[in-house]
Each structure stands twice: as C-alpha cells, then as structure tokens.
C-alpha cells in the first residue's frame, strides 16, 4: 500500500493543531474572565469574585498547561515535516513567532506564578494586575499567531529572491488584507466559547445546588457577555465573508459548493458536493439569497469553482460542511442567549430546569465552532501553503518517506489519547467540587516552617489549676 507523505503530514498535522487549538479557544477567553472578576472584587470589595476567580485559575492553569504540552509539537513538525516550507518563508514567517515568544508567552509565564501562588503574599491590586497581564499575554499571543497564519491567507509586504519570501513592509506583511478581520472573529470566538463554559458550568453547579450565589453569578455575567458577542460575531463573520470573497474567492465558492458563476444565486442549505462531476446533488437552496448575503446585493455576482483551474480548487465537502456546522452551532447559541435573556427578565432564569440543562449541553458549542471554523479556513486555502504562491505539495520535506510519517502520527495520536483524558478527569473533578467556600487560601507554610505551633501553649486556666 502507498503511503504518501503529503497526506500524511497534512492529516498529522490536522490531528495536532485541531487538538490544540480547542485550549487557546477556552484559556484565552479564561484568562479575561478572572482579570474581570478580580478587578470587581478589588473594586467592590465582595467574597463571591474572589471565590469564582481562585475557581476558575485552578481550571485555567491545567488547561494552559496542557496548551504549552501541545504546542510546543507544532514548530518541530515544521522542520521535520514541512522544511521547505521553513525554509521559503522562514525571513517573513519566524520574526512574527519570535515576537509571540518574546511578547506574549513570557509574559503570561511571569506572571502566572503570581496569579496562582501568590494571592495571600502581595496587594490585591497586584494580584489583580497579574491577572490583567496574562490576559493581555494570551491576546499578544493570539495577535501574532494570527498575522502569521493571515499572511499565509492573504500575503503582503513580500518579495521573493532566488524562491525566498523577503519582508519588504513589516507593517504590510503583519497588517495583511484579512488580518483584521480574521483577528476579530478569532478572539471573539475564543470568548464565546469561554463564555458557554462559564454559563454551562454555573448551570451544572445550580442543577446540583452548589456554591448557589457563585453559580448564579457565573451565569449572569457569561449572559450579559453572550448578549453582546454573540450577534457581534455573525456582523464579524459577514465582513470575514466579503474579505474572503475579494481576496480568496475559490475558498468562498468551495464554501458555498457553488461551481458555476452567475448573478442572483441561490443559497445552498444542504446539498452533497460532487467533485470530480462539477455539480451538488440533493440540493436545498433558496433562491437569490445567496448574492444578497455573499456581495450584499440582491443582483450581486458570485464566482463559481469552474472559473479557476482543477489543480487550484480546494476540496469542496469540508469547508462547505464545516462552514455549515459552525453556522448552526451559532445559531443554537443565539437562540440560547435570546432565551436567557427572557428567563432572566420573567425572574426564572436560575430556577427553569429545561434551560438549565440546555446551558450544561451547550459547553461543547464553543469548541466545536472553533473546530469548524478551522476547517474552512485551512481546508479551503488549498492546495495552498501561501496562498496563490507555494503549493503545499512542494511544501514538504523533499526525503521524508510515508512509513516515517505514519510511525509519527501514530505516536502523536497515543500521546494526545493519553494527554487530554487525564487532564479533562482533572477538570471535571475541579467542576463537580465547585468554587471554595471561602476566598481566602489557607495559611501559607514557608521553608517546612508550620503554620501554627506544634504544640499549643496551656490554656490559662489550666495553668491556673496548675498553680494551685
């Protein structure tokens, strides 16, 4: 049997950053979130931020270690598996991730420490400005992450000499056409999915009648949170639909399954992609919608996938599907928030059962969005590595042969099979205990010195009958 290399690095390389990008979707909102609630506590001065932020860092720093465990396996891949690639975009592609190394990851490190060991020995304005610092780490990170990846989308600012690309503007390669737009999109979404694990979370704590004032609190602020981004995401994600119609209009029709272009198209709810036919079969579609939704114009022209060559098409079933997955998991939130925001002006929004229930189901939306969202994004840039320029077949390693990726791959599935089990356990036994009862930690034990004497001192009237 033929093992080809290319498909196997691709799938190799699936199977990692789809794992790992389901911990900076929840930490990055995470981090956020106890900045938010240490701030209030430090400024209103009540218990229940306290107890809800020593709650939710001990969840955030699994999750971030997990997300360092699995992160660090991406920049070995890139020279194991995917040299070439190194080595043509190497002058434009490795300052930007030097710079989220330098920026961002080292200053969460730094302060990390403070945020999860050092809340009874400083201030709590200093307790609360470590929490603010890794918040802003994880968006530094999160800023840089995503130029890369958006140059490789939508390249600027290069030139390329003797097959190398070359920096020519700094503030055009960071600042590439779909960088905004992707950057927008991304974080929100990050925060989103934070957001469903907190109201989820709080509605699984109220179901069980634990840590009652916490849970309710948890709830309240990821609604009000969700009220916001959620319809400020689907604006987002219609100004990343036109950037991506100017800029990647192959990825749009692959999207859209739409192969031949034309004026007033339809919108395509369902249909099965046939590639190799150039046609949809079990269609589902409403007519003209799709122009109005895709160019804003009822009358708007739509480019179809026979406009571009057949070796420079993506593969149509994923984006199309995932395109749809992630469309229907923010409808389902939508209609969550707007429910909530219901339950909570009728008073019966900790007390409905059902909805309850609904918010405990919905932790999974989040992450799965962020996974479909992925699929699209990536799936429908190929046969690309930069967009229009370097194609991922002459990507790989020029000697890796298929035996080698598949021992790799394997050995990537046991580890990550093995990883996520053992910290999810650990996750959801910190979940089923809830939030302390007091915010305060226990007296802290320096150099194997006790807290306390380790014998007390006699009770003076003991002392007293002693005496007598």
């Known amino acids: 049997m033929h093992l080809d290399p290319i498909l196997l690095s691709r799938v190799q390389f699936a199977w990692v950053i789809a794992w790992h990008i389901l911990l900076p979707a929840f930490t990055v909102g995470a981090a ?6 240490e701030g209030l506590a430090l400024a209103t001065g009540r218990e229940v931020y306290v107890r809800i932020s020593t709650f939710w860092i001990k969840i955030f720093a699994i999750a971030f270690g997990m997300g360092v465990v699995t992160g660090l396996v991406m920049p070995f891949q890139l020279g194991s598996n995917w040299s070439r690639y190194a080595s043509a975009t190497s002058n434009v592609l490795s300052p930007l991730f030097a710079y989220e190394g330098l920026t961002a990851f080292f200053l ?14 400083v201030p709590p304005w200093a307790h609360f400005f470590a929490a603010l610092m890794v918040a802003i780490g994880t968006l530094i990170s999160t800023f840089w992450i995503l130029s890369a990846n958006s140059w490789m989308q939508t ?7 003797d097959g190398q690309f ?8 960071i600042f590439n056409p779909s960088f905004p737009y992707r950057l927008a999109h991304t974080a929100v979404a990050f925060f989103t999915t934070t957001g469903f694990v907190v109201l989820g979370v709080g509605a699984y704590l109220l179901r069980r009648n634990r840590s009652v004032q916490e849970a309710r609190t948890m709830m309240s602020m990821a609604l009000w949170l969700l009220t916001v981004l959620v319809p400020l995401q689907m604006v987002i994600g219609d100004m990343h639909g036109l950037n991506t119609s100017k800029y990647q ?3 749009l029709a692959a999207i859209e399954a739409r192969w031949d272009t034309g004026r007033s198209v339809s919108l ?23 122009s109005l939704i895709l160019t804003h114009d009822l009358h708007g022209e739509v480019k179809g996938l026979k406009d571009f060559p057949a070796d420079q098409r993506p593969p149509v079933a994923i984006p199309f599907f995932a395109f749809r997955a992630m469309v229907g998991c923010a409808v389902v939130m939508l209609a969550l928030v707007l429910l909530g925001g219901w339950l909570r002006w009728r008073s019966r929004l900790y007390d409905t059962r059902l909805y309850l229930a609904a918010c405990q189901c919905a932790i999974p939306l989040g992450f799965i969005a962020v996974i479909a969202g992925w699929f699209v994004t990536e799936v429908g840039r190929q046969p690309w590595t930069v967009y229009g320029l370097l194609r991922t077949a002459a990507s790989v390693t020029p000697s890796l042969t298929g035996s080698e990726v598949t021992l790799s791959l394997l050995a990537y599935i046991s580890v990550y099979l093995l990883i996520y089990p053992t910290g999810l356990i650990l996750l959801f036994r910190l979940v089923r205990k809830g939030p302390p009862a007091t915010g305060k930690a226990a007296q802290s034990i320096a150099a194997g010195r006790p807290a306390t004497p380790v014998l007390a001192p006699q009770s003076t009237s003991r002392k007293e009958k002693c005496d007598d």
């Open 166 to 173: 070359f920096p020519r503007d700094w503030i055009e390669v």
């Open 32 to 37: 956020s979130f106890i900045a938010i609630c």
């Open 249 to 251: 209009p192959a990825k």
């Open 155 to 161: 390249p600027a600012g290069y030139e390329i000499i």
């Open 268 to 290: 395509t709810l369902f249909a099965i992609p046939d590639d190799r036919a150039e046609r949809n079969t079990f269609a589902i579609e409403i007519p003209a919608l799709g």
């Open 108 to 121: 969460e490190a730094g302060f990390l420490g403070v945020l999860l060991f050092a809340r009874n020995r």
